[in-house]
């Protein structure tokens, strides 16, 4: 069984601040994907990383796949607080189930 | 464009009683899978189905069962329910022809069993 171990579970930020979250395991992934979820709704796919190493920007978003393929991070540079959210990594399987870390609960203040 | 729509949002239970949700993909998706919210956990997978037949099975008991419709909607059935199965239940769609294709989830249901 594939196990993702986020870090921090909660996060609480004044607006403009930057933060880094972790998402770890001991398996080695073809590909892990981050996803935010909001209150009262469904998580929305952020971005899919493949190949160890990349680092992939989506705006102030910033994200990273380990060289060894078992780890990524999520770096988020001057918060908004329209950031505020769960953040979650999930691996895929060939036949499309994800696995999903605990998630990230960040609170961005103005 | 319609999305992942799932019906009803918000339901109660009694302990012991049967539940049904409903999902409707969104247009051009025929896989479906349903996922358990536990409050303040990550989604866990229940299971997938697949031209209406389950393709992927989670740790989950047999009181969980679904299908799958000839137009690609799909129920997820709980019997016996627990105070446990409280959580929100969300379904996502993707498209079959494609690996690797982006899965699209609904808002959810959540059910509170008392």
């Known amino acids: 069984t594939q196990l993702l171990e986020q870090s921090p579970q909660f996060l609480s930020i004044q607006e403009g601040e930057n933060l880094t979250v972790y998402c770890n395991s001991s398996s080695v992934f073809s590909s892990l994907q981050w996803y935010r979820q909001e209150p009262g709704e469904g998580p929305v796919l952020l971005v899919t990383v493949v190949t160890g190493g990349e680092v992939k920007k989506l705006k102030r978003l910033t994200f990273q796949f380990g060289d060894a393929r078992k780890d990524s991070s999520l770096h988020i540079t001057a918060a908004q607080p329209g950031d505020t959210g769960l953040y979650l990594c999930?691996?895929?399987?060939?036949?499309?189930?994800?696995?999903f870390g605990g998630g990230t609960r960040l609170m961005v203040k103005p | 464009d319609a999305g992942v729509t799932q019906s009803p949002t918000h339901l109660i239970k009694t302990r012991g009683q049967q539940v049904t949700l409903r999902c409707s993909p969104k247009s051009g998706h025929d896989t479906v899978s349903w996922y358990q919210q536990a409050l303040g956990q990550g989604p866990q997978f229940i299971f997938q189905y697949y031209e209406e037949e389950e393709r992927q099975r989670g740790n989950f008991p047999d009181r969980f069962s679904g299908h799958q419709f000839p137009n690609y909607s799909s129920e997820l059935n709980v019997n016996a329910l627990l105070l446990g199965d409280s959580a929100l239940y969300l379904c996502?769609?993707?498209?079959?022809?494609?690996?690797?294709?982006?899965?699209?989830f609904g808002q959810g249901t959540r059910l509170t069993v008392v």
């Open positions: 996502a769609s993707s498209g079959q022809g494609q690996p690797n294709t982006e899965a699209f």
């Open positions: 999930a691996a895929r399987n060939a036949g499309n189930m994800l696995t």
